[in-house]
């Protein structure tokens, strides 16, 4: 079992070089769900998801989701 940070949007998964794939073999494993939380919170990402994948099975399990520093909203001027 593997917990992994996936871009909610590209359905990609960050990998251990800071790079996204569409493998999730190549993503960066994390120990916890609040480890891989706080992470995900830093990423230039909009929408993520911190899944369970079970790699046997190929099973993703969504475990919490959130906002990463690349879903700033800008004000709109008038």
Do not use: P, R, Y
Not at 42 to 58: D, R, W
């Amino acid at each position: 079992m593997n917990i992994l940070i996936e871009n909610a949007d590209s359905l990609e998964f960050l990998t251990s070089q800071g790079t996204w794939s569409k493998n999730a073999a190549e993503g960066k494993h994390f120990g916890t769900t609040v480890t891989a939380f706080d992470a995900a919170k830093k990423e230039s990402v909009g929408k993520f998801n911190i899944v369970c994948h079970i790699a046997q099975t190929n099973q993703f399990i969504n475990m919490h989701h959130g906002k990463g520093k690349g879903a700033a909203e800008t004000a709109e001027v008038k």
